[in-house]
Structures are given as structure tokens and as C-alpha cells.
């Protein structure tokens, strides 16, 4: 069993990185793999020890500044929504680790948690490999993922952990439920194009939408969840290969699997015919749907055409992919 130790009066900072779901949302939460990558606009947690025996949390970029409590009662009570995620993660901690000083986090963000960028997943990880750090306990990528997608749980009661994994490993993934299988892909480059909707979206709204609306079709969720495992398991071949415009089939086809659960709105739908419009491979939504971001693929020749025919009817965001995961910055 690990021991723990804590580094009196010790700081450090910590960033972990976006993601984006390339295929394989929704069937992801099911039992089936997904492809995801982890995007360069980064979270960054500024951890330090306190001489008592509280938790302060500033995150101006989810409106909680000034916040603080008793070690003793991590957990307890009304927790700000913008709190939750490092407040249960540093409870998870301190059940299994003691803490021997009070912490305080300051976290701040390079990208908008409007996005659907994962904000909540990359803060809770730059926590648990922050204070697994000022403890000593120098925690493996494996048990960071455990630990946070265990918070991730415990907060909003399901989830597949695709997001944490990004966050924890970054690169690109191959990815089952739950961590079952957390496979890098080694590829040089994905040039995504991002474009935002404009409009959030809630994951646990929209999952239980579909969950809702299929309720006696259950055989035919299955058959989609099933033919989106089969679309993710041949884009990666794809991927691995280089091949894009394969890649950009696969998006096309798991696009159609999700308008047929759902969750891709009209402007999501919009910004995705005018991608292929513009010459590009592929284009689809990317996470829950409802809104929040989608994605295209597309030969360096359109890639401005593709640009210029996002931008006029969403925004196009400079991201790029495949970016490093969870690191020690200071």
C-alpha cells in the first residue's frame, strides 16, 4: 500500500489537455469502443499546501472565486456546480490518502467549458495528478484514470471515461467503456477542422434522450451501437494507415447513426452538409450532440474552402489534435 507524505508548503502546477470524440459517442457509454483525441488548448491547476486544515478553491472560469471549507467536510453539503469536480476528486484522495495539510487549488482554463471540451474531466485530472505529486505518491496514468473517472461517477452516475482517459494519456485513443481498454494510436497528425454551434449542450440530458426515446426499440439501439463499434473499429485501421479519405467515409456514415438517435440539431446538420459541400472527406458532430462542436476532415487543397464554409453558419475554432496528455508544468 502506498504511504502518503505531504511536502509542506510545496506548489505546483499542472495542465491536462481538451478532447474531441472523433467516432463512437453515445455507444461508447455501452459497452462499445470509441476513437477520441486530445486537443492542445489546455486546463491548468495551480496546487499549493496550506498550514490548515481546509479546502480553497479559486476557478474564475466556472465562477468560484474565494471558496473554502474544512477538510472534514469535502463532500458535505451545497457544492457550487463549478466545484464539484475538484472538491469530490480531493475527497477521493483524501479517503484513500489522509491529508496531512489543507490544499489550495487555482484553476484556469485556455478553452471555453461551452465547448464540450471536457473542462470538468481535465480539472478533476490536473487534481489527481497534482496532489498524488505533493503527496508523493507518484500515481501511474492507470490509477490517475481510475481515481478520476471514479469522481466523474460518483457526480453524475454514468459516463464512459473517454474523456478522462484524454485527458490522463493524451494523444489519440482507442478507447472501451470504462478504461477497459485504453489503446494510443500511433499516428504523426489528424488535421481536424473544429466548428462550434454556438449552443451548450448537457451529455447526461442528451444520453438519457436517446435512452428515452428508443425505450421499445431497444433492438434497433442495439443494431446502431453494434454497426458504430464496426464503423470505429475500421477507422482506426484507417487512421493507422493514413488513409483520411477512408476516415472521412466513416465519419460521414457514424454522422447518419447519430441523426437517427436523435442528437445532431439543425445547426449542427448545417455546418456539417456545408463541410461536404465545400469538397471536405467527412464531417460529423463530436460528443453528445445538442450542440457543443463538430468535426471535418478534409485534403489541404479545401481546407480553406472548408473553413470558410463552416464559419458561415457556425465558428471555427484553431485547435489542433493529438496533444499531450496530463504533465507537470512548474
Known amino acids: 500500500m502506498k504511504e502518503s507524505y505531504m511536502k509542506q508548503n510545496k506548489k505546483i502546477i499542472v495542465s491536462a489537455p481538451g478532447k474531441l470524440m472523433l467516432l463512437g459517442e453515445h455507444a461508447v457509454v455501452y459497452n462499445h469502443p470509441c476513437l477520441v483525441t486530445a486537443v492542445d488548448q489546455r486546463m491548468r491547476a495551480t496546487v ?160 438519457n434522450k436517446v435512452k428515452e426515446s428508443f425505450a421499445n426499440r431497444q433492438d434497433r439501439l442495439n443494431e446502431i451501437y453494434s454497426s458504430i463499434e464496426a464503423l470505429v473499429n475500421n477507422a482506426e485501421e484507417a487512421l493507422l494507415r493514413g488513409n483520411l479519405e477512408i476516415f472521412g467515409e466513416l465519419m460521414n456514415k457514424n454522422q447518419e447513426y447519430l441523426k437517427e438517435l436523435g442528437v445532431s440539431i439543425d445547426k449542427l446538420n448545417n455546418m456539417i452538409g456545408a463541410a461536404i459541400k465545400a469538397g471536405a472527406y467527412g464531417a460529423k458532430l463530436s460528443g453528445a450532440g445538442g450542440g457543443d462542436c463538430m468535426i471535418a476532415l478534409s485534403s489541404e487543397g479545401k481546407k480553406q474552402a472548408v473553413i470558410n464554409s463552416i464559419n458561415s453558419v457556425g465558428e471555427v475554432i484553431n485547435v489542433k489534435t493529438n496533444a499531450e496528455g496530463v504533465k507537470i508544468e512548474l
Not at 66 to 91: C, H, M, N, Q, T
Not at 102 to 117: D, L, M, P, V
Open 48 to 207: 499549493e499546501t496550506l498550514d490548515t486544515l481546509e479546502f480553497q478553491l479559486d476557478a474564475e472560469d466556472v465562477k468560484v472565486t474565494g471558496y473554502r471549507k474544512p477538510l472534514s467536510e469535502l463532500g458535505v453539503g451545497d457544492i457550487p456546480k463549478g466545484a464539484k469536480f475538484v472538491e469530490i476528486a480531493l475527497k477521493n484522495i483524501n479517503e484513500k490518502y489522509p491529508l496531512k495539510s489543507g490544499i489550495r487549488i487555482t484553476t484556469k482554463s485556455e478553452f471555453s467549458s461551452q465547448f464540450g471540451f471536457g473542462s470538468s474531466s481535465a480539472s478533476t485530472v490536473c487534481t489527481v495528478k497534482a496532489v498524488s505529486e505533493l503527496l508523493n505518491l507518484n500515481f501511474s496514468n492507470k490509477e490517475i484514470f481510475d481515481l478520476s473517472y471514479k469522481t466523474v461517477l460518483d457526480i453524475q452516475g454514468k459516463g464512459s471515461g473517454f474523456d478522462v482517459a484524454a485527458a490522463v494519456y493524451g494523444g489519440t485513443l482507442y478507447f472501451v467503456t470504462g478504461g477497459k481498454v485504453i489503446e494510443p494510436l500511433s499516428i504523426k497528425s489528424l488535421p481536424l477542422i473544429v466548428g462550434y454551434s454556438g449552443i451548450k449542450a448537457d451529455t447526461v440530458v442528451l444520453m
